[in-house]
């Protein structure tokens, strides 16, 4: 069985600050690990996913997300927040075929 | 980068009509696509697995009479209403993977989603 937790429903940043979407998982297998966003009344839109490799790894818009194995973890950062990065950003696992969602958590920027 | 696309993005009918919700992958090929239904500020629930030119694979708790898919095609799937109830309006999302790119490591792709109210 494979399952993401995202500890946080919101997360309130400052524009300019970095910020930081906590994310970490369980799966029986090598996790295949992804992050998305969504903008209101919006699909979900690739960010980035980490596969194997560097355990850094660069998405759009800025993004990056930092793979951790012991703490089994895959948290997504940015280094200067933007008005604009406001949005549901949902962490996602898979071991097999089927991915698993996490709840998501609404990240806003405050000016 | 890969497009999927839905049709129609906002519906609304009247109790006990049926309603049908089209997803199409615009530049890819995707013998397995999925339906999600997202209820206001929750994740996704994953409604089923649509693959084409066999029957569709239903999660736990999914009535498959109530919520009838067909994949004709490799770049379109339906998903239809069957007697809309107000319990039935939600945001509906698609999704789709490239099949010629290979499922292992492929993020999906979404459709810009479906918002269903039932009167």
């Known amino acids: 069985a494979q399952s993401v937790a995202q500890p946080e429903d919101q997360v309130n940043v400052a524009e300019g600050n970095p910020l930081t979407v906590k994310c970490t998982y369980s799966?029986?297998?090598?996790?295949?690990l992804f992050w998305y966003v969504q903008y209101p009344n919006r699909g979900l839109q690739f960010l980035l996913k980490y596969i194997t490799g560097d355990n850094l790894v660069k998405g759009s818009y800025g993004f990056e997300a930092e793979f951790n194995k012991s703490q089994t973890s895959f948290h997504l950062k940015k280094p200067s927040a933007l008005v604009s990065d406001s949005a549901l950003y949902f962490c996602a696992v898979r071991d097999g075929y089927i991915p698993t969602f996490g709840r998501g958590t609404s990240l806003i920027v405050h000016p | 980068g890969a497009v999927v696309s839905q049709h129609p993005s906002r519906v609304i009918c009247k109790s006990g009509t049926s309603v049908k919700i089209e997803c199409r992958s615009l530049?890819?090929?995707?013998?397995?696509m999925f339906w999600y239904r997202q209820f206001p500020k929750q994740s996704l629930m994953l409604m089923a697995t649509s693959n084409e030119g066999s029957k569709a694979t239903y999660e736990q708790g999914v009535e498959k009479d109530k919520f009838l898919i067909n994949h004709a095609s490799l770049t379109l799937s339906t998903l239809t209403v069957t007697s809309a109830h107000p319990e039935d309006s939600s945001f509906y999302i698609c999704?789709?993977?490239?099949?010629?790119?290979?499922?292992?490591?492929?993020?999906?792709?979404f459709g810009p989603g479906t918002r269903l109210t039932v009167l």
């Open positions: 530049d890819f090929q995707a013998t397995t």
């Open positions: 999704s789709a993977r490239d099949t010629f790119q290979g499922d292992l490591y492929n993020e999906q792709f």
């Open positions: 799966v029986s297998g090598n996790p295949y």
